[in-house]
C-alpha cells in the first residue's frame, strides 16, 4: 500500500481558474504529484446559491478523494468563501486549504508596503463578493484597512475563453475598475482564481495601482503546513525527481487543454474527461 505522504495532492477549481494556483504550487512543491480537477461543466460557481456551491465542491471534493489524495486545495475563491467549513468537516481528518486567508495575507501585506491609508478593492465573483468572506479575513488581519468589492462575473467567461489580450475584455476590466482609480491608493486583490490572467492587462489599465492574488501565498501555506504534518513526499529525498500531474475535467477536455496553458504557463498533458 502506497504511504500517504506520497500521495498525490487533489486541486479543484469550477474551471481552469484554479491552474494559476497549481503553478504556483508547482514552484513551490516541484517534487509532489498533483491531480487537478476542472468542474468546466457547471462553471461558473460564482453566479450560484450557497446552497448549490456547497454540493458541487463537495462533488468535486469527493472525486478526488476517491482517487487518492493526501490534502485537497480549494483552488476557487467562490468554494473556499462558502463551502470550506463544510468541506474540512465532511473529509476530515484529511487536510483541506483555501485560497481566501492566504489572499487576504497577500492583500494586506502589499497594502503595507504602500502609503499610509492605502485600501484594498476585492474583484471577484458575484457569490465570493456577497459571502464577505474576503471583507472579513482582511478584517482579521488589518482592522483599519478600508475594502471596497466589486463583482466581476463576465471576467470568468472571458478568461476560459482565452480572450485575455482582446480589445473587448480590456474594455469590460477598464469599465469595471474605473470607479476606483480616483479613490487614491489601491491594492487591487485578485479575489478569483481565473483573474490573475488579466494581471498585466490591468497594470496597463492603471499603472499606479498594484495587483496581488491569493496564488503564490496559498502555495506556501500549503507546503508549510503538510511540511508541519510530514506529509511531504519522499521524493525530497531525491532532487532530480519532479512530481506527475493529472488533469480531469467535466467538460470540453480538448479546450481544457488547449486553454489551460495560459493559466499554468505551460502546456498541459493529456485531460481526462470525469463525470461527477
Ligand atoms: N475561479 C473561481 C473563483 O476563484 C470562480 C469562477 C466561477 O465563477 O466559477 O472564484
Given at each position: 500500500m502506497q504511504q500517504t505522504s506520497n500521495l498525490p495532492i487533489g486541486v479543484f477549481d469550477s474551471g481552469m481558474g484554479g491552474l494559476t494556483v497549481l503553478s504556483a504550487l508547482h514552484s513551490s512543491l516541484p517534487q509532489e504529484n498533483f491531480i487537478y480537477l476542472g468542474d468546466t461543466a457547471r462553471l461558473p460557481y460564482g453566479t450560484k446559491t450557497r446552497e448549490t456551491v456547497i454540493k458541487y465542491a463537495e462533488q468535486a471534493a469527493s472525486a478526488l478523494v476517491a482517487r487518492g489524495i493526501k490534502a485537497l486545495v480549494v483552488a476557487c475563491n467562490t468554494a473556499s468563501g462558502i463551502a470550506l467549513p463544510a468541506l474540512q468537516k465532511r473529509f476530515a481528518p484529511l487536510p483541506v486549504y483555501g485560497?481566501?486567508?492566504p489572499g487576504a495575507i497577500a492583500a494586506v501585506h502589499a497594502a503595507s508596503t504602500q502609503a499610509i491609508g492605502t485600501s484594498v478593492v476585492v474583484l471577484a465573483t458575484e457569490?465570493?463578493?456577497?459571502?464577505?468572506?474576503?471583507?472579513?479575513?482582511?478584517?482579521?488581519?488589518?482592522?483599519?484597512?478600508?475594502?471596497?468589492?466589486?463583482?466581476?462575473?463576465?471576467?470568468?467567461?472571458?478568461?476560459?475563453?482565452?480572450?485575455?489580450d482582446a480589445n473587448l475584455t480590456r474594455d469590460i476590466l477598464a469599465h469595471d475598475i474605473r470607479g476606483f482609480l480616483q479613490k487614491g491608493s489601491c491594492v487591487f486583490l485578485l479575489g478569483c482564481t481565473?483573474?490573475?490572467?488579466?494581471s498585466q492587462a490591468l497594470t496597463e489599465i492603471s499603472t499606479t495601482v498594484s495587483v496581488v492574488d491569493s496564488a503564490a501565498t496559498t502555495a506556501?501555506?500549503?507546503?508549510?503546513?503538510?511540511?508541519?504534518?510530514?506529509?511531504?513526499?519522499?521524493?525530497?529525498?531525491?532532487?532530480a525527481k519532479h512530481g506527475q500531474t493529472r488533469y480531469l475535467a467535466t467538460d470540453g477536455a480538448a479546450r481544457f487543454k488547449q486553454v489551460g496553458g495560459q493559466f499554468l504557463k505551460c502546456a498541459l498533458n493529456e485531460v481526462e474527461l470525469v463525470d461527477l
Open positions: 485560497v481566501v486567508e457569490s465570493t463578493i456577497s459571502s464577505g468572506a474576503y471583507q472579513k479575513a482582511i478584517i482579521k488581519l488589518a482592522p483599519q484597512i478600508r475594502i471596497f468589492g466589486r463583482a466581476c462575473p463576465l471576467w470568468v467567461t472571458l478568461a476560459e475563453m482565452g480572450n485575455r481565473h483573474f490573475p490572467v488579466f506556501g501555506v500549503v507546503a508549510e503546513k503538510l511540511k508541519t504534518l510530514g506529509l511531504l513526499t519522499d521524493n525530497l529525498l531525491s532532487d
